[in-house]
C-alpha cells in the first residue's frame, strides 16, 4: 500500500523531492502497470477471506490537503485509479498542520536570519535563510526538535517560529468540507485521521478516544455514510501509537487502520496495523524493484517503520 501526502501543481524548490503533478502522472502509470489497484476497503475485505491478488495495491493519502482533490483527483480519474484520503477533521476550512505552519513560515519569510536557540537549545539555530536548502535544513529541524514535544509546549513553539519569520499561518492548504464531500462523489474514499493529529501516545486514554471518535463522527455525519477506514498519525507502532490504540479503534467501529510501518499486508496481517510505505523512486525500474523486495521482505517476516509523513 502506497501512502502520500500532497501531490504540488508544480516542483517545489524548497523540497525538491516532493510528489508534484509530473511526477505523479508518471506514477499512476507504472502503477496502473504493474497492479491492480482497489479500493482499500475491498482490498482489506480481499485480504481477509484470501482472495486478494498479489498485484493488488491501495493508494492513500495522509491529513486532508486541498491539492488531494484538486491536483490528485483528476489524475487518478484520468487512469482509472481511486484512492484513500485519511482526514484530520479539526484541520478541514482555514486549519493548517503544525507542521506545515513551521515549513510555510521558513519558505515565505523575508527575513535573513532566525535565532530559536533561547526557545529550542542547540537546535534553534541559528539558521541563515539565504537559498532553498538553507529553508528546508531550518524547517526540518525544527519540526524534528519539536515533533514529540507536548501539545501545549509544541503549539507555543511554533507560534514562536511564526513571530520570528513574520509569516501568519498559511489558511488554503487543506480541504473544505465541502470538499471532501466532492472528493468522496469523484470516487475516491475517505478515512479518518483523527481530530487534531497528535501522537497518540502522549494522550491519555479519554483524549485518544475523543481524537479518534470524533473524528470518525464528524465524517460520518459530513458524508451521510459509515467511515470504515483509519490511520494512525504518524503511524509508528510503539512510539506514536500502541496495543491501547489499536484496541481503541477496533472498539469504536472501524474495519481496518493503517500505519506507516513499510510492508506489504499479508492474509496474517492485523487488519489494525497494516502496512504502508512512500514510493520516491525516480525510475520505473527502480520501483518495481522496491515494490518486490517489500513484497519478499513481508513474506520472510522483515518489516521496518518508516517515516511516512508528520
Known amino acids: 500500500m502506497l501512502v502520500l501526502h500532497r501531490v504540488l501543481p508544480e516542483p517545489d524548490l524548497m523540497f525538491a523531492d516532493a510528489m508534484h503533478a509530473a511526477r505523479f502522472v508518471e506514477l499512476c502509470r507504472w502503477v496502473r502497470s504493474m497492479f491492480q489497484v482497489l479500493p482499500l476497503d475491498e482490498a482489506v475485505g480481499r485480504l481477509q477471506t484470501g482472495t486478494l491478488s498479489a498485484r493488488a495495491l491501495a493508494i492513500t493519502f495522509d491529513d486532508g490537503y486541498a491539492d488531494n482533490l484538486e491536483v490528485a483527483t483528476p489524475i487518478l480519474r484520468a487512469h482509472g485509479l481511486t484512492a484513500t484520503v485519511f482526514v484530520t477533521t479539526g484541520m478541514l476550512g482555514d486549519g493548517c498542520m503544525w507542521n506545515d505552519v513551521v ?5 515565505r519569510t523575508a527575513v535573513a536570519e532566525v535565532d530559536l536557540r533561547d526557545v529550542l537549545g542547540v537546535a534553534g539555530g541559528p ?3 539565504g537559498s532553498p536548502a538553507d529553508r528546508r535544513h531550518a524547517a526540518e529541524s525544527v519540526v524534528n526538535a519539536i515533533k514529540y514535544l507536548a501539545t501545549d509546549q509544541r503549539t507555543a513553539m511554533v507560534a514562536q517560529v511564526s513571530d520570528r519569520t513574520l509569516v501568519a499561518p498559511p489558511v488554503d492548504l487543506m480541504l473544505q468540507p465541502s470538499q471532501v464531500i466532492e472528493l468522496r462523489r469523484a470516487g475516491m474514499q475517505v478515512g479518518a485521521h483523527t481530530v487534531s493529529h497528535p501522537i497518540l501516545t502522549r494522550l491519555s486514554a479519554p483524549q485518544a478516544r475523543h481524537e479518534i471518535g470524533h473524528s470518525k463522527a464528524f465524517l460520518e455525519d459530513l458524508l451521510g455514510e459509515r467511515v470504515g477506514l483509519f490511520a494512525y498519525p504518524n ?5 506514536d501509537y500502541d496495543d491501547a490504540c489499536v484496541a481503541m479503534v477496533r472498539e469504536l467501529g472501524f474495519d481496518a487502520a493503517v500505519t506507516t510501518v513499510r510492508g506489504a499486508a499479508m492474509r496474517t496481517t492485523d487488519p489494525f496495523q497494516i502496512p504502508r510505505f512512500t514510493p520516491w523512486d525516480r ?3 527502480r520501483f518495481g524493484a522496491r515494490m518486490v523486495s517489500t513484497l519478499w521482505a513481508s513474506r520472510r517476516g522483515l518489516t521496518e517503520a518508516t517515516q511516512a509523513g508528520y
Open 283 to 285: 525510475s520505473r525500474l
Open 235 to 239: 503511524g509508528k507502532p510503539g512510539e
Open 127 to 129: 539558521f541563515r535563510l
Open 103 to 107: 515549513i510555510e513560515s521558513f519558505r
